[in-house]
């Protein structure tokens, strides 16, 4: 545990105990966000995904209570104190706020007949900017189903954690998301990339050892809100798309067609819109691939390019970029050193992701950060991204 971590434990219990009059027995957890390198909008389209976990992420403290109260408080959002509810009343509510993504773990977790007796007490902290497309919400479900595994014993594997959280967030949150950031979450891997296939959630971890370069996340600052967003949108004209493409070739989704396939059927789907939006997902899907085979043969130039053409796709088929987002990525392209650069997240805001060498690390941020000021007066913020584990007791 580093430096930072120790602090972020000790401000945990001592707010737990202020709140709720001691931190006897409590234990503190964390869950990451994650950064998705290539693979984008293909996780309900049945493609792959080439995410990996953050070090940044979400922490809990917390306490099983002898009652059924539940009691959440969010140093996050100090201004709204601490929220109540029971364990015997787990429903969705616009005045619950950020505890409907906690309270749609425990309500999923029932339904899979693990009710919780008890309730708890639990005080949280993250450190993911909110709205910017790092997973702060997949974080805290997967910290609220890994906290519930330990302290109520309920017998659950990381990837049933990525399941149930993906669940909640569907079925009490409103966001019809798909598989990718809960299951960075809960089976993240230090130093390397997951290559998940979506449709049938087999998976492979791909080292992340980087010859001379580093992963820069740019934040925007133009926060999204993927339940009042497009994304919603994007997920049922990719579904109207598949059936149309299923009266002609035999898929399960959009991930089982090559390029050359979907351009020998894309003329049943009646709709330009929706052949861009089907579009995206054939070739992303395909790029994805294309671009785990270049890391595996360290081709980074490729793998660059791949990221690149990424951008481009969601930006022009797939239309969940925004101008603030684009000047960054352009901006990331004119700069020497730069391998590639691409939105990454559900979009319409957040962040864009990088590979940078070395030696243009501070250039990439002087230069992308002035041009960005300029154009926007916003101050984007840089990290150099870290890849760290899925979730643990601290
Ligand atoms: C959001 C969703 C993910 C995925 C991405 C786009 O992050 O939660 O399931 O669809 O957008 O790739």
Not at 61 to 87: C, H, P, Q, W
Not at 328 to 341: D, H, M, N, R
């Amino acid at each position: 545990m580093g430096e930072g971590e120790t602090k972020i434990k000790e401000m945990l219990l001592d707010k737990f105990a202020e709140l709720f009059g001691d931190a006897d027995g409590v234990k503190v957890y964390f869950a990451p966000g994650r950064v998705n390198l290539i693979g984008e909008h293909t996780d309900y389209n049945g493609g792959h995904v080439f995410p990996c976990a953050l070090t940044i992420g979400t922490y809990a403290a917390a306490r099983k209570r002898a009652d059924k109260k539940l009691r959440f408080y969010s140093t996050n959002f100090e201004e709204i104190g601490v929220m109540e509810s029971d364990v015997e009343d787990l429903k969705a509510s616009k005045e619950a706020g950020w505890t409907n993504y906690p309270k749609g773990v425990m309500w999923a977790f029932s339904l899979r007949g693990m009710q919780m007796e008890k309730g708890l007490d639990m005080v949280i902290y993250g450190n993911i900017p909110n709205g910017s497309g790092l997973s702060s919400s997949a974080s805290l479900e997967v910290l609220t189903g890994y906290l519930l595994r330990d302290l109520y014993g309920f017998s659950v594997t990381n990837v049933e954690l990525a399941q149930i959280g993906q669940y909640s967030e569907n079925n009490f949150n409103g966001c019809n998301c798909g598989i990718m950031d809960q299951f960075a979450s809960a089976m993240g891997k230090k130093d390397n990339a997951i290559f998940l296939n979506t449709a049938d959630l087999s998976y492979e971890y791909a080292p992340l050892a980087l010859e001379g370069a580093k992963i820069i996340v740019t934040n925007s600052k133009v926060k999204h809100n993927l339940v009042d967003s497009k994304y919603n949108e994007r997920r049922s004209e990719c579904e109207q798309a598949l059936k149309e493409l299923q009266t002609v070739v035999n898929i399960d989704g959009l991930g089982d067609l090559t390029e050359e396939q979907f351009e020998a059927n894309q003329s049943v789907i009646a709709d330009d819109i929706r052949r861009k939006r089907a579009k995206h997902a054939v070739y992303e899907n395909q790029r994805t691939l294309r671009a785990v085979e270049a890391l595996k043969n360290n081709e980074l130039a490729l793998f660059g390019k791949l990221m690149n053409e990424s951008h481009i796709s969601l930006r022009d088929d797939y239309e969940v970029s925004c101008e603030e987002i684009d000047v960054l990525v352009e901006e990331a392209w004119k700069v020497e050193g730069v391998i590639g650069s691409r939105i990454t997240g559900g979009g319409f805001g957040g962040c864009t992701v990088s590979l940078v060498k070395d030696e243009a690390v501070a250039e990439f941020q002087e230069k992308v950060g002035a041009a960005y000021r300029e154009r926007f007066d916003i101050q984007a913020d840089f990290y150099v991204v870290e890849i760290g584990d899925g979730p643990r007791t601290l």
